[in-house]
C-alpha cells in the first residue's frame, strides 16, 4: 500500500512570500499532523487534524496554518515567510485520532524541504 | 529548559556493540513514550513504543522506562552498520491535548 505523499519535495521561496504544502495521508488514515524539524529546534509538532478538524496545535504562531479535506488530504500553509521558516516540513498519518496507542502509530512522508531566501 | 532532552552524540561504535540512546523527561503527564529512527533524507519510522516503566524488548532492540526519575533509554544489541541514523525519542501526554513531543535526535554511526 501507498506511503504517506509530500509534495512538493523541494521549494525555495523569497522572504514575505506564502507557501502550501501537501499531504496525501496512507489510504484509510483518517488523522494528519505535521511537524516542522531544523538542525537546531528537531521536530516540532505544528497540528493534527482529524475528519477534516484540527484536533490540536503546538505553539507556532498564526502565520502556520492547515485544513484537512474530505478524504483526509492535508494542506499547511505559511504566510509572510521568514528566514527562520526555512526547514524540514514532515506530516503523519495514522488510523485515528493521536492517542499514544500502537494503534494510532505515525506513519511520516519524506517531507518538503522549504528554503526561504 | 527543554521537555525532553536526549543526549546529542554524535555516536560512533564499531560493529556489534551494544549501544545506549538516553532521553530525559520533565513533564510527568508523559505517559506514552516512543523510539523513532530516522535515516538521511527520509521521514523518521517507529521502531518501539511504550507506556509502563521497565523493559520492552523487539529483536535486538530494547526500550526502557523510568517514571520514576522520567528517564528512557533504548539499547541495540549487535549493532549493524545498516542501524546507521539519528534516532529520536518521543513521548506524548495523557491529556486531551495530546501531542508527540521529540527529543532532539542522535546520530548514530556504526563502523563495520
Known amino acids: 500500500k501507498a506511503g504517506v505523499t509530500q509534495t512538493p519535495r523541494y521549494l525555495i521561496k523569497t522572504r514575505g512570500q506564502q507557501v502550501t504544502l501537501s499531504c496525501s495521508p496512507i489510504s484509510g488514515h483518517r488523522s494528519v499532523s505535521w511537524y516542522q524539524q531544523t538542525p537546531g529546534q528537531g521536530l516540532q509538532f505544528l497540528f493534527e487534524?482529524?475528519?477534516?478538524?484540527?484536533?490540536n496545535k503546538g505553539n507556532f504562531p498564526g502565520r502556520f496554518s492547515g485544513r484537512q479535506f474530505s478524504n483526509s488530504r492535508s494542506e499547511m500553509n505559511v504566510s509572510t515567510l521568514e528566514l527562520g521558516d526555512s526547514a524540514l516540513y514532515l506530516c503523519?498519518?495514522?488510523?485515528?485520532?493521536?492517542?499514544?496507542?500502537?494503534?494510532?502509530?505515525?506513519?511520516f512522508g519524506q517531507g518538503t524541504r522549504l528554503t526561504v531566501v | 529548559q527543554k521537555e525532553v532532552e536526549q543526549d546529542p552524540g554524535p555516536l560512533s561504535v564499531p560493529e556489534g556493540a551494544i549501544v545506549s540512546l538516553n532521553c530525559t523527561y520533565s513533564n510527568s503527564a508523559f505517559q506514552y513514550f516512543m523510539w523513532y529512527r530516522q535515516y538521511s533524507r527520509k521521514g523518521p519510522e517507529l521502531l518501539m513504543y511504550?507506556?509502563?516503566?521497565g523493559n520492552k524488548e523487539d529483536g535486538r532492540f530494547t526500550a526502557q522506562v523510568d517514571k520514576s526519575s522520567k528517564y528512557i533509554s533504548l539499547f541495540i544489541r549487535d549493532s549493524q552498520p545498516s542501524d546507521s541514523a539519528t534516532y529520536l525519542c518521543a513521548m506524548i501526554t495523557s491529556g486531551s491535548a495530546r501531542q508527540l513531543t521529540f527529543g532532539s535526535g542522535t546520530q548514530l554511526t556504526v563502523l563495520p
Open positions: 487534524y482529524f475528519s477534516e478538524t484540527q484536533r
Open positions: 511504550t507506556y509502563s516503566s
Open positions: 503523519a498519518s495514522s488510523l485515528a485520532f493521536l492517542t499514544g496507542g500502537r494503534d494510532t502509530e505515525a506513519f
